[in-house]
């Protein structure tokens, strides 16, 4: 069965802390590991991963793709109140994407 | 640019009435349309997708059913609401299965089931 793993579910940090967000995957027909946002309503795509050990970065974010252990982490640095959302991953295979349960993170001020 | 219109943005339906939920999408032609649910602490769980007007596919097994009357259009019905059709329905569309951001989704839908 195709699935998509989170950890840890949910997250609560202080602002300027750095957080490690994973995602690991075993789905058939792999091509691309995809980390979106969602705060009150929809997602918002944040990277498409389709190489190993490829560092993408986006200001503050930053995520790589290890195809060989089948995961995904997402780092989150100098985190600020902003960064709180439900963070998910999707593994999109052959015929479709398939999400996490997604990690709740919380950042105090 | 690309838009995608989903309504209404909540609902509050008692058990056993129906539903439709409507999704358009602007400026594109032919988009993949798909509707996802988002239950409480859970991920997202694909429910139906499209590749054509007319052409639905399915991917659980439920009391919802899905429609394209028009190559923009994807339409989310129910004849019964049950309780367990709570949740937070998403619509989403993209040009082709591999498209560098995913998916496009719509503002979503909470619906409630009293």
């Known amino acids: 069965e195709d699935k998509v793993v989170q950890s840890p579910l949910s997250l609560v940090v202080h602002e300027g802390d750095t957080v490690t967000l994973n995602c690991s995957y075993e789905?058939?027909?792999?091509?691309?590991l995809l980390w979106y946002k969602q705060e009150k309503k929809a997602p918002t795509f944040l990277f498409m991963l389709?190489?190993?050990?490829i560092e993408k970065k986006s200001g503050r974010l930053s995520s790589i793709l290890d195809k060989k252990e089948l995961f995904s982490i997402l780092n989150i640095t100098a985190t600020q109140t902003g960064d709180s959302a439900i963070y998910l991953c999707a593994a999109l295979t052959g015929n479709q994407f398939y999400f996490g349960t997604g990690t709740s993170l919380t950042v105090i001020p | 640019s690309q838009t995608i219109h989903q309504w209404p943005a909540t609902l509050v339906q008692p058990v056993g009435s129906p539903l439709s939920l409507e999704c358009t999408v602007e400026g594109t032609s032919n988009p993949n349309l798909y509707w996802y649910r988002q239950a409480a602490g859970r991920g997202l769980q694909l429910l139906f997708y499209s590749v054509g007007i007319g052409q639905i596919s399915s991917e659980v097994p439920q009391n919802l059913s899905a429609s394209r009357p028009q190559d923009r259009q994807f339409i989310l019905s129910s004849k019964k609401l049950l309780l367990s059709d709570s949740g937070f329905y998403l619509c989403?569309?993209?040009?082709?299965?591999?498209?560098?951001?995913?998916?496009?989704f719509g503002s979503g839908t909470r619906l409630t089931v009293v």
């Open positions: 789905v058939t027909n792999f091509r691309s």
């Open positions: 989403a569309w993209s040009r082709d299965r591999y498209s560098g951001k995913g998916y496009t």
């Open positions: 389709t190489s190993s050990g």
